[in-house]
Structure formats: C-alpha cells, structure tokens
C-alpha cells in the first residue's frame, strides 16, 4: 500500500460532511469531515474531547447533528435512532461492551432481531447461524448457548462483533477495541479486522495507539477541538511526528495564569507515599506543598482518576500511606474532608452534583451540618454562604435557588468548586476540571484554581488535555499503565514528549 | 422559569391532593349524607389513619433516601405481640402503662436498625432486607403469641390511650404530633436534608463527605420506629395484641407515600403529602363502608388513585424538565 493510493477510483462508501453538534453550553463538534471507502481500515484520530466519540454517536444514531449531513453510497440519510443505524448497514462496537451477561451468546447476538416466526423463537436456527458466525470470526470455541458473562473481555468482544455482522454491517465502528485486550488478543483482532475489510466491510477504528493504526490502518482522518484538521491521510506516507503534530497543534491557545512559584519554605501539605490500589496501580508517591498544583497527565484508563479517588478515600488503598499535614489519614471520604480534602470528580453530574436541588444546598454540600446549630439547619446563613462564592466565582446565573440542572457545565464545575471553597480546603483534587466546559470559561476556572494555589491550597489536577496540565500545574506526573513514568517541572517538558512517555510501551 | 416552576410545582401537587380529597369528602356527603358528615364518622376516619399515618411517615423518610421498607407491617405485628405479652403487662401492672409503649417502640427500633445494618453494612439491597424481615418477623410474632391474639387488661394504658383530649382520640393526636414532627425533621434539621441528598444521589454525598452507611442505618431505624408506634394505636384501638395485625400495612403506607408525591426513585419527600395521601385513602374506606360496597370494588378504587396519582406525578415531573433546559 505504499503507492499514492490503491483506491482511488473507489467511490466512497460513508461519507460525513461539514457535521456540527452543539450541547448546551458546548460545541462538541464543530464542522467534521469524514470519507471512508469499502475495504479499508479507516482510523479516526485525536486527542480525549476531539470529538471522536461524539462522531461515533451521531454514526450510532444515538446523537442528532446539529448541522451537517451523512451520504452512505452517496445518497444522503438520516440516522434518528440506533436501529435505523443497524438497518442501513451500520454497527458500531463501543468501548464499554453493550453484552448482556445474563443471556446466551446466540441471545445476545441476535437481541432485538430474534429470529422467531409467530413470536415462537427459532433456537436451532439461531444457533446454527451463530455457529457460522463465530467459524467466520475464527472462533469456533464460542459456542451458540455459552453465558456470555463467563466469556473474558476479548470473548466478549468477539460477540459484540459477530452481533454486528449477524446484521449484515457494511461500516463496522470500533471505538477502542484493543484498549482492553491483552496483546495475543489483539493480534486476533487485527486479523478479524483484515478479513473483513477483504469482504468488503469499512472499518472506522478508534484507537491512541499509534503503532498499532501503523499497521492496521489504511487512511487517517484526523479530529482536534470537534474540527478535522486533516482527512484521509494515508497511513503509510505519513510520519508519527507530523501526526502528533496535527493532534496537537492547538487552535485556541486557553490563556493560563502566571505560576509565581512555590516558595522555598512551603511546607508539605498531601503526601503520598506508595500508594497503590489492586492493579489498577502501584507505588504512587507524591508531595504537593502549600501553594503549588501538581499535575497528573496520562490517557483514560491509566489509572489517573483512581489515584485521586484513592488519596480521596473513595477506594481503599491496598497499599501505602497518605498524610495530610503531617497526619496520617484514616480511610474513608469523611475522614479526608474532615482533614480538610476536597474532590471535584470527574463525572460532575453523577459523581457531583444533586441535579434537582437548588445551587446553594449543591455548595453547602459538605458543609451544612457545620453551619446548622444543634441538628437545625439555618439555611439564611447556607444561602448567605453561597452567595458570597457565587458572586466571588461569578457564577452564573447569580441566583443560589435555581437547581443545579439548569447551570452549563463550567457554572456547575465554580458550584463544585464554591462548595470546597466554603468548606475550607487544605488539599483540593481536581479531577477532569474542564471537561464539558466551554472556552470562555476555561480561562475562568484555571485562573481560579491557581487563586486556591496562591491562598495555600495543595492542588492536584488531573486531564486528559496535555496542554492544559503543562500550562496550569507547577510539577507534572506523567502516569502510563498504572505507574508514574515521569516526574519533573512542568516547564521543563513538552506536550510531545508527554504523548511519547505515555505511548512507549502501549503497543500492541 | 425554573424558579418558578421550582415553586410551583409542589404547590400545584398539594393543590391537585387537597382538590382529591375535597372531592371524596363531597362524593360521601352526597352519597352516605348524616352518616358521613357528622363529627363522629370524621373521628372515625382520623382513628383509622392513625395506624397508617404513622407508620407512612417513617415510610416517607426510607423512600426518599432512595429506599424501601417493606417489613413495617410485620414489625408491627410483632412489636404488638410482644408488647403485650402476659410479662409484659404484669409488668405494666406494677410499674405503670408505660412499659407497654416502651416495649413496642423497642421492638419496632431494634427490627428497624437490623434492617438498616443489613442494608448498610451488609450491602444486601433494601428489598430483600426488609422482605426477609417481614417474613421473619411474622415468625416470630406467632411463636411468641402461639398464634393466639393477646388481649391487653392493662387499665392504666387505656386510661391513656383510649382517652379524648381536646375532643379528639389520643391516637389521632398521636398522628398528628409524629406527623409534625416528621415534617420538622425532613425539611429543617440535618438528618432531613441528609435523607434528600443520599435519595437524590448517594455518590455526590458520599464524595461530600456524608455517613452515608450511618445515616441509612438511621434511616431504618425510624422507620421500625414509626412501626413501634403503629403498635402502640393498633392495642389501643383493638385492645390486643396480634400477630396479623399490620398486614399488608407496607404496601398501604408505600401507596399513600408515593400519591403523596414522594419520588420513589429518591431524592424529593413531602410529609405534608403523605398525609394527605393517608387522609384520601382511609376516606375512600370509609365512604365505601358506609354505602355497604364491595371491598373488592375498593381495591380497585384505590389501584385506580394510585395509577392516576403517579401519572399525574411523571407529568409533572417532565414538564418540570421541560421548563428548566
């Protein structure tokens, strides 16, 4: 495949042009392009909240576009539903593998198109049909009646696979498929994904590993900031670094704060000393002093939120120690904030937020029980609390009775971080901070966290965005697989060398 | 508009429960005229929702949090029976009536905070807890009574109980000073604004720092509690102690819980409706009792109030969401 490209006369088979898709309060996607031929592995790139996912969406019929249109065999359609999806030829393989456990494998690969006649189900035909799926996927040992819960990941994702074929998919989407296969596995994979496209199925695959799009894919199309920033390049003329480069390369530059430096003196305020947590990670040591952010960068599922909920007391360490101000904490979340530890979680709406409630109880959170008198609540002094980090937060709108629900994310994000800032905090663990936040605000919330800095917090960031760990932390930890590969100054490191340390050794 | 609805909406679901039971009020006068409207058969009704009442108000507090209690009727039973043992009230005899309300309520506390230990500590979800309670609580009520209803001669206890302050029965007073102090509790004390946070979204009070293993252990206790109280009402009101008493009482105490407007889902708990939900269904009895109906016909009277209460209730509720995107 190294010469210009094998298949240019082919006419396209999916074709995505100029998609936008708004959220409230976020532009997720902003203008996206996609071309992808029959028979080849088309791989789609780009950093966590490029939009990937999104797109896969709007593919699935689980997201509506804003603006935009999808052409399949070059007649323009619309996708209002994931069956109308699967009808016109399209399944997509999630990471999060959509398998009842509870049902056979024949069950599952044939949920929601049975094979019955007269609402009587056909078994035996289902079973044979499976039978000739798996022989297909060159898995024979999966048998039609095994539980598909006592499969292994890979097993299971073999019958999310066959489930799509068994509906005659002419794209097949899979967002990160060997992110949790162990390396024989994905070897399988690969080949699975090769005999398809010699059937003349697309592929669309999502993956970061750049070695493993080096030699699965056939053209890369390139997403940063909900905008393609290139299309349909081909795999093999084109270099590693140029395609870091265009997942990096920034179209808007957030504005970050100064870093004043931590003073000399600073007294150590979290420390953590090997740390680990089953083998989701180990041996994880970190001081932070008064005054200064440290940043946890890494990709999803290196094991960067579980530290955070582990120094948090969320998750029980199973082993190392973390003391705060010199005191060893007890596990449990209530003893961390009692000790005066925050966490601003990353899923602010599940993890976070009581949605139905009004803002000032959402700030008072943690606090209400203090301000109460006796077992009584005095909500005169909650509200007069809240209202005095609304307007020192400017969070917007002003009003403390609205519920919680109705504010956009970054307005949601200042609630959470009014309710730590009430509280008092001497550690404040930030986790995904600006995720679902739009670029006005950004500004807006790192300026803040570096304020909590400055008034002696101990901050400690967490991101999936490389720049913005290096442009708002002091000292960086870069965490690949459940260790710490790196640690140093954050001026001192690039976002190029991060991606390299994160995705040495990730190959498959 | 949020804020408006915000307020709005529980006044228009108030509104829509006063607006059902005047409605019910004036179906009995037309239908049973005299009969229905004289201050005796309104005793009559407040007496029997007193048992209920009681125990709903317990019932308010574990679905808001999220849960459920289906053991309430049962504890009830058995509190009773053990209340009124024949050691219990020798007893009761030599140091006062009071030992008789002291032993249901501990009963009723003790079952309670097992359930919630279960539920808390052992991780075993609040459906299965409190139905293995139910069941085992029924047991042991009928090994202990052998079976056999416990008639209470305890003179001093009905001296108390039986009794009419202010013109109106005890146990109706009863009613009304546990209702008001629930109401008290869930909107203006911080066990109450625990209860709405852990039903709303356990995991963002636990990251906040709430007990929230403690707290629901709490939580059950109240609710064995309020069962401990129903147990008092029921002896008084029946002069004994039985095994059946409170049967199915759970399922009368989730339905005028949830026609209240209490979510089941969590997170949203009214006291205020849930007493009205108590008033309109012992209403609906009485009415059907005065006019000699059918008691089948009642119970699909009242499946009917339930299904209607809830449609209105999800109406509400995405209107609500409509207004505040």
């Known amino acids: ?508 | 508009m949020s804020a408006r609805s915000g307020l709005m909406g529980p006044a228009l679901r108030m509104g829509g429960l006063v607006f059902a039971l005047i409605l019910l009020v004036v179906v009995g006068a037309v239908t049973a005229g005299e009969r229905f409207m004289s201050p005796g058969n309104l005793t009559t009704i407040l007496s029997l929702a007193a048992v209920t009442g009681v125990v709903s108000i317990g019932m308010t507090f574990v679905i808001t949090s999220g849960g459920i209690d289906l053991s309430v009727g049962a504890v009830l039973g058995l509190a009773s029976i053990w209340a009124s043992t024949l050691s219990t009230q020798y007893m009761a005899e030599d140091y006062g009536w009071w030992v008789i309300v002291v032993t249901a309520l501990a009963v009723g506390l003790a079952a309670g905070l097992v359930n919630g230990a279960l539920i808390a500590y052992g991780k075993v979800p609040a459906f299965i807890a409190t139905l293995a309670m139910l069941a085992a609580a029924r047991g042991l009520a009928e090994i202990i009574a052998g079976r056999r209803t416990q008639i209470v001669d305890v003179e001093p206890f009905f001296d108390v109980f039986q009794a009419r302050p202010l013109g109106l029965p005890t146990i109706v007073w009863i009613f009304v000073v546990v209702a008001a102090a629930g109401w008290f509790l869930l909107n203006r004390t911080t066990f109450g604004r625990r209860t709405v946070a852990v039903g709303g979204n356990p995991e963002a009070s636990r990251l906040a720092g709430i007990k929230i293993k403690r707290h629901t252990l709490y939580l059950y206790g109240l609710a064995g509690l309020t069962a401990g109280i129903g147990a008092v009402i029921m002896l008084a009101r029946t002069t004994a102690g039985s095994s059946t008493h409170g049967t199915l009482l759970e399922l009368d105490a989730i339905a005028a819980v949830v026609v209240g407007g209490t979510l089941l889902a969590g997170g949203r708990g009214t006291i205020t409706g849930t007493v009205l939900g108590v008033l309109i269904f012992s209403t609906l009895t009485n009415i059907f009792v005065l006019n000699n109906l059918d008691s089948s016909v009642q119970a699909i009277a009242k499946g009917a109030i339930i299904v209607v209460a809830v449609l209105l209730q999800q109406w509400f509720a995405s209107r609500e969401k409509a207004t505040s995107t």
């Open chain 1, 1 to 508: 495949m190294v010469d210009a490209d094998p298949h240019e006369a082919v006419e396209p088979l999916l074709r995505m042009r100029g998609i936008v898709k708004e959220f409230p309060g976020a532009r997720a996607l902003d203008g996206v392009d996609l071309e992808v031929r029959p028979g080849e592995v088309h791989c789609l790139l780009g950093q966590n909240g490029a939009g990937k996912s999104t797109l896969i969406k709007i593919l699935a019929g689980a997201h509506q576009p804003t603006a935009g249109e999808i052409l399949l065999d070059e007649e323009p359609v619309t996708i209002p539903d994931p069956v109308a999806a699967l009808k016109l030829g399209i399944a997509t393989i999630y990471q999060e593998l959509d398998v009842v456990d509870g049902l056979t494998v024949a069950e599952n690969i044939y949920l929601g198109h049975e094979l019955a006649r007269g609402g009587v189900s056909r078994r035996s035909d289902a079973a044979r049909r499976t039978r000739e799926i798996m022989q297909r996927l060159g898995h024979p040992e999966i048998t039609p009646h095994r539980e598909v819960g006592r499969l292994p990941a890979a097993g299971k994702q073999i019958v999310s696979l066959a489930r799509a074929l068994s509906r005659d998919a002419r794209v097949v989407v899979m967002d990160e498929p060997s992110a949790v296969l162990d390396s024989e596995e994905v070897g399988n994979l690969h080949r699975i994904v090769r005999e398809l496209t010699a059937d003349g199925v697309a592929v669309v695959y999502i993956s970061h590993r750049l070695e493993e799009i080096r030699q699965l894919g056939d053209r890369i199309t390139v997403l940063k900031d909900g905008r393609t920033v290139a299309t349909s390049l081909l795999v093999a003329d084109t270099p590693t670094n140029d395609l870091i480069k265009l997942m990096t390369g920034r179209a808007v530059e957030y504005a970050f704060p100064d870093r004043p430096g931590v003073p000399e003196g600073a007294a150590p305020v979290l420390e953590v000393e090997d740390l680990g947590l089953g083998d989701v990670f180990n041996d994880v040591s970190l001081t932070v002093r008064a005054g200064e952010i440290v940043g946890l960068a890494g990709l999803v599922g290196s094991g960067r939120s579980e530290i955070l909920e582990t120094i948090y007391g969320a998750r029980r360490s199973t082993s190392g120690s973390v003391r705060v101000g010199g005191k060893r904490l007890r596990s449990g979340v209530d003893a961390a904030v009692a000790a005066g530890v925050g966490l601003c979680p990353e899923e602010r709406k599940s993890q976070g937020l009581l949605l139905d409630e009004p803002v000032y109880r959402n700030i008072t959170l943690s606090t209400f029980a203090r301000i109460a008198r006796g077992g009584l609540l005095d909500e005169g002094a909650e509200r007069a609390a809240a209202r005095e980090q609304v307007e020192a937060l400017d969070l917007r709108p002003a009003s403390v009775d609205r519920n919680a629900r109705t504010l956009s994310g970054g307005n949601q994000q200042k609630a959470l971080l009014a309710r730590w800032l009430v509280h008092g905090c001497r550690v404040l663990l930030l986790d995904e901070p600006t995720r679902g936040v739009d670029v006005g605000a950004r500004a807006e919330i790192y300026s803040l966290i570096r304020r909590l800095a400055d008034d002696g917090a101990a901050v400690v960031v967490v991101s999936s965005e490389i720049p913005e760990v290096l442009g708002l932390a002091d000292r960086v930890l870069v965490i690949s697989d459940g260790k710490a590969v790196h640690e140093g100054p954050a001026r001192e490191i690039d976002e190029h060398a991060v991606l390299d340390l994160v995705m040495e050794g990730s190959v498959a």
